[in-house]
Structure formats: C-alpha cells, structure tokens
C-alpha cells in the first residue's frame, strides 16, 4: 500500500519562510512527475509546481521567484521551499505522485497540510 504524506504547514507571518515535505511510503518501484496543488477556502483546487523523474520543474506564475520544488529520490521525497508568503498563499497544500509500483501505476495524494500566512 503506497502512501503520501506531506508536513511542514503551519503559521508564517508575510514574507516568513516555510518548506513543506512529501514523502511517497510502501512498496514503490519507481515515481515520476511529482506536484504541490493548493486549496484556498472557496476556491478550486489549483496547481503550484511540478517536478519530473529528471529534475525538471515548472510553477505557475503567482510563484515564481518565491517557491522553488525540488526531490530526493533516494528517499521518495518532494519538498516546497517557500519563501516570502504572502497572505493570499494561504491554503491547504497538497502533493500528488505517479508512482509504479508491484502491480499498477498510479497518481497518489497526501491529505494535504495547513499554510497561513497571516500578522
């Protein structure tokens, strides 16, 4: 049974700093593309920023410059750097995964993790 799971939310105050964490758990063959998506309340679940196999990352433009993503494949493990927060990237944050495992290929996700970004 593969799982993901994601840490590292909590309180930052704007222009704070927070790195999240997602690790890809259970019997895992190989993972491919891995993403950050966030929910804010009310609003539609959106993607952040994806990373392939080979290190290739993209961000959507609210933030770029701000959040870098990056991967240990040793340890099956997605991170979100995160800095200079703005209120508005308040949100539940989320990880998914294409992960390979024994039998079948599929896309995972975390339960996701609290970010607030508030004085």
């Known amino acids: 049974q593969v799982q993901l799971v994601e840490s590292g939310g909590g309180l930052v105050q704007p222009g704070g700093s927070l790195r999240l964490s997602c690790a890809a758990s259970?019997?895992?063959?190989?993972?491919?593309?891995m993403g950050w998506y966030r929910q804010a309340p009310g609003k539609e679940r959106e993607l952040v920023a994806t990373?392939?196999?080979?290190?290739?990352?993209d961000y959507v433009d609210s933030v770029k410059g701000r959040f870098t993503v990056s991967r240990d494949n040793a340890k099956n493990t997605a991170y979100l750097q995160m800095n200079s927060l703005k209120p508005e990237d308040t949100a539940v944050y989320y990880c998914?995964?294409?992960?390979?495992?024994?039998?079948?290929?599929?896309?995972?996700w975390g339960p996701g993790t609290q970010v607030t970004v508030s004085s």
């Open positions: 990373i392939n196999s080979g290190g290739s990352t």
């Open positions: 259970g019997t895992i063959f190989s993972i491919n593309d």
């Open positions: 998914n995964a294409d992960i390979r495992g024994p039998y079948v290929r599929t896309v995972y």
